[in-house]
């Protein structure tokens, strides 16, 4: 009787440990550097968050994540303090923990259905994921897994996003070579010239890259599929194989007057020059942006708060996230959301853009906007933004970054007429093994779901490279 | 590292030109299409038109005017040594079309861009007319190729050192009254392609442009190269980078063209002071 009292007494202490919180940088600092925001766990809050887990067995968080990683078990490893055991168990079902700890809508996936979670705070299970992969990335061995037998086959990635390396690491392993072919002159798709290196530092993904190469992977770039090659001159070359990962690439603007004055962007330009080209490093580096004192960003996801925040360290006075819905239908993660807010960046929610004015050298220097109202849900299920009539109101701004989203790049499916695309232009793949329509040609990532995340364009990844590996070795 | 196998410096060094080792490319390109260079880690993604290629010695060459920071640092990129980054062939190739007689406008560096355009219509069998221009004689780019290119060179310059005194829309006005023009391709500064076009609207002789808007990836994934043609927004990159001169926004255009001028000047200065000491 005794021993199960002090059982029943250990775990409801267990239940009232607080979540640990990361140290992170002071928003006053930070909205002025960009370096990295949140710190990481030392290894002593990383084991006592990981005792806040109940270790369930029928772990909820599991089914929240897309690629299924054992979570429990990686804890009980963290918890126990061997790390090294921990990042080989994630390893298992997803080989870009250090970025997907980062940056994945953990409170839509694995943290949102914690059990933990429904009375107190979930397990933070994000940031012990990224905990166990620092550590191995700063205290590891380095030792390269095994590879099996070369079976002599050749298989080319195009794109090199999360979801083309996850192929790539895959099939390496499996003992087939393989060429990634990058259309930048640098590697790492969304997570080097979209995602801030105040999220996601870009030395993570060059060691990401870096592990690839040591394993066997060339990672070709300055080759863009579809001009410098096609797929069928791939096939030709002796190529056996072809996953295209080539993402979402195409921006999409806002179509209202004067959007082609100087000062406005789609978050695509705003971001691959600040991020890939490095531009707050200008003059040092050569790519020059232009830094707003008044700006505005349109949209709300993910996108929108790395333009704004990125605005704000550029010297900005106001920034303002400008967004049609209201902020419950923010698609934003929430993290992003709160630093976004701790860094001083203003939301004017329920709010539409009408038109840019311009000043006489052609810049933007203002605009008009719309109070919006909420409707009957629409296609979406979500409530339909209305006009409010008469609510016009004017508005500076000398810098708009526009990130409303973004759709299927047309330049290398039109050079690949048998690739059957849907209505939007995005490649059709079967949904269990990412097959296309084009015998051995797989796609996954966002060029077949549309923008989406990271670890589901790595999830879809590993389903095709499974179903590569059954080809080159069964048959289609 | 693509190799520059040669460098040649034309008009008083203010135009360079480089032939650079890149067979993929050399073995895709087509007239009128594009490459974006990026010369080191610090680099800015520069796009250049290719003003020949051989496929055989997997060569493509570049013809660029020294007008800023990168083109500066381009220029002192010695044979042996070379660029980090060539991506290409971008863009679409010029439709190449038997039509009767065309005529070739070339203004500054737009010669070199107009150079493999004018061979190909010829090649296509076409009469082809071709007028070049520069400020003076001593900045006068590729003439005799130009000569060999076409069935009839015109040159002109403005101040008069050589070949007609003047603008080449001068002896544009002159061809459209005499011949049975079909089409004019216009390849230079702005304000050139916008004269051309102004004064061929009058003749109606459909006229393409070559637009150099300002690019980051040359892929069509960022829209920095957005362009008004007709009231649509297209993208130079892969709509273009030739379009219908008629319909062109030039007004836009120029002011695209002039988003970072500030930061460009900075930059090319604080370049000049570290060359020379
Ligand atoms: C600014 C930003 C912030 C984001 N934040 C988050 C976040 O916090 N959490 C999250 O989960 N997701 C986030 N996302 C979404 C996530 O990054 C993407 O869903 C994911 O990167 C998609 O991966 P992918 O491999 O399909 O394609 P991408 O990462 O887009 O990579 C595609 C690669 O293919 C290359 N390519 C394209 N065409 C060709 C061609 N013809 N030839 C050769 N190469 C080509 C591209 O240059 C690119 O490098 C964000 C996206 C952006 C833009
Ligand atoms: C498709 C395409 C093909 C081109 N082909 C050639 C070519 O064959 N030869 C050649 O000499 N140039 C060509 N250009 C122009 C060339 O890219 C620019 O001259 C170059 O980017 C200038 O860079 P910079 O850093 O040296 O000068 P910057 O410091 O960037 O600019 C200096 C001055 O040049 C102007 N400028 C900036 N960008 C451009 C631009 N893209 N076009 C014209 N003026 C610009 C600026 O307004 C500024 O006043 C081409 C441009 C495009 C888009
Ligand atoms: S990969 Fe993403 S969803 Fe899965 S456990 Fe890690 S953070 Fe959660
Ligand atoms: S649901 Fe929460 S408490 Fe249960 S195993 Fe998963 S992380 Fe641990
Ligand atoms: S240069 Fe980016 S879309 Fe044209």
Known sequence: MGEKNDKKEKKSKKEKLPRQQMPEQKADVRKHNFDEVPLGYTKQMAMQEASRCLQCKKPACVEGCPVEIDIPEFIRYIQAGDFTKAIRHIWQRNSLPAICGRVCPQEDQCEGLCILGKKDEPVAIGHLERFAADYERHYGTGELPPKAESTGKRVAVVGSGPSGLTVAGDLILKGHEVTVFEAFHKGGGVLIYGIPEFRLPKEIVAQELNFLERLGVKIQCNEVVGKTTTLDELFEEGYEAIYLGVGAGLPRFLNIPGENLVGIYSANEYLTRANLMKAYRFPEYDTPLVKGKDVAVFGAGNVAMDAARTAMRMGADNVRIIYRRSREEMPAREAEIHHAEEEGIQFYLLTAPTRFMGNDQGRVSGMECLQMELGEPDDSGRRRPLPVKGSEFQLDCDLAVIAVGAGANPLLTQSTPELQLNKWGYVIADEKTGKTTKKGVWAGGDIVTGAATVILAAGAGRQCSNSIHDYLTIGW | ?277
């Open chain 2, 1 to 277: 590292m693509f190799e520059i196998v040669k460098r040649k410096e034309m008009a008083q060094g203010t135009v360079v030109l480089n032939e650079i080792k890149a067979p993929k490319i050399a073995a895709k390109a087509k007239p009128g299409q594009f490459v974006i260079l990026k010369a080191n880690e610090t680099g800015e993604r520069i796009p250049l038109t290719m003003a020949y290629t051989d496929p055989e010695k997997g060569i493509i060459a570049v013809i660029y005017q020294v007008v800023g920071k990168s083109t500066a640092l381009f220029s002192t990129l010695q044979e042996g040594q070379g660029f980090q980054d060539v991506i290409g062939p971008l863009g679409k190739a010029t439709e190449i079309e038997k039509l009767g007689t065309v005529v070739c406008v070339g203004g500054g560096t737009g010669v070199a861009v107009m150079h493999p355009i004018t061979k190909a219509m010829k090649e296509a069998g076409n009469h082809v007319i071709a007028i070049i221009g520069a400020r003076t004689r001593d900045l006068l780019i590729l003439e005799e190729e130009m000569k060999a290119a076409s069935h009839d060179l015109r040159v002109c310059t403005d101040d008069g050192s050589y070949g007609h005194h003047g603008f080449v829309t001068d002896v544009l006005k002159q061809t459209l009254e005499k011949e049975d023009v079909k089409l004019v391709v216009g390849i230079g500064p702005v304000p050139m392609m916008k004269f051309v076009t102004k004064m061929t609207k009058e003749y109606n002789v459909k006229t393409l442009v070559s637009l150099n808007s300002i690019m980051v990836d040359g892929t069509g994934m960022c829209g920095c190269c957005r362009v008004s043609v007709g009231g649509e927004t297209r993208f130079a990159c892969v709509d273009g980078p030739e379009f219908d001169g008629h319909l062109v926004d030039f007004e836009e255009l120029s002011k695209r063209l002039q988003a970072y001028t500030d930061m460009e000047k900075e930059s090319y200065e604080q370049f000049k002071c570290a060359c020379q000491s």
